[in-house]
Structure formats: C-alpha cells, structure tokens
C-alpha cells in the first residue's frame, strides 16, 4: 500500500505559511523605510467654502475694520 500523503500535504502548509509570514515582514519593513507616507503633511485636509475637501490651505483675509 502506498503512504498516505499527509506528510506532504502538512510540508506544503508550513512552507505557505512561512512565505506569507515573510512576505507580510517584508511589507513591514517597507512601511517603516519609507517616513514620508505616515508625515502629519500629508494627512491634513482643508475645507474650502463651498465644503469641498483641498490639500491646500484656505487664502488668509484680512478685515480693514
């Protein structure tokens, strides 16, 4: 009789399971290389009159009263 294949099937888990381990710490790694993408610059948003969201700053007015 022939072996049974479980042996095999359990190898292939554990090798799935280690790439995606590595993978998911190489993806890690990239997000903390790169200290740009979390900046507080970046993330600011600001509301024009209309309520539209723009990532620049409203124009200062200056009251002459």
Same mark, same amino acid.
């Given at each position: 009789?022939?072996?049974?294949?479980?042996?095999?099937?359990?190898? +292939?888990?554990?090798?799935?399971?280690? #790439?995606?381990?590595?993978?998911?710490?190489? #993806? #890690? +790694? *990239?997000?903390?290389?790169?200290?740009?993408?979390?900046?507080?610059?970046?993330?600011?948003?600001?509301?024009?009159?209309?309520?539209?969201?723009?990532?620049?700053?409203?124009? +200062?007015? #200056? *009251?002459?009263?």
């Amino acid at each position: 009789m022939a072996r049974s294949n479980n042996s095999f099937i359990k190898k +292939q888990k554990a090798d799935n399971k280690r #790439k995606k381990r590595l993978e998911k710490l190489e #993806k #890690k +790694q *990239n997000k903390t290389k790169d200290p740009s993408a979390g900046s507080l610059d970046n993330m600011i948003v600001y509301v024009d009159e209309e309520g539209n969201f723009t990532s620049e700053p409203p124009e +200062q007015k #200056k *009251n002459n009263e």
